[in-house]
């Protein structure tokens, strides 16, 4: 985690991609998220979040809540060096491979939403 100044900080990382099954929905209520892949092979999906009903207990600390409930939304096929930009109310499925399963290298930058 690198602190950038007060409500804006980024986390880089190697993210393992995975099967559809085997990914989560998760929403922020605090953050924006701001996803930059390093690396393509990542699909990541969003949706609103009140289409998804069976939410976790949102966690105030992580500032999150996750489900593995299938639903649809819009598919973006993330390309090298290209980002997304995530709202609280945008339900977003990370991780999920293109082909099969490998890591790709990423940075989310995390921006205070208030």
């Avoid at 900080?9 to 953050?31: A, Q, R």
């Avoid at 930059?36 to 009903?53: A, F, M, S």
């Avoid at 999150?64 to 609280?88: C, H, N, Q, Y």
Wanted: hydrophobic share 35%; net charge negative.
């Amino acid at each position: 985690r690198y602190e950038v100044e007060e409500g804006v900080f980024y986390n880089v990382m190697e993210l393992e991609l995975h099967s559809w099954e085997n990914t989560l929905w998760e929403h922020h209520k605090k953050y924006l998220d701001v996803q930059c892949t390093l690396e393509e092979g990542e699909r990541i999906v969003v949706c609103p979040t009140e289409n998804l009903r069976e939410w976790s207990e949102y966690d105030e600390e992580g500032d999150g809540a996750i489900t593995k409930e299938d639903a649809s939304g819009l598919v973006l096929p993330m390309g090298r060096k290209w980002f997304a930009i995530f709202f609280p109310g945008d339900a977003h499925r990370t991780g999920w491979a293109m082909e099969k399963s490998k890591k790709v290298k990423k940075v989310v930058i995390k921006v205070a939403a208030d």
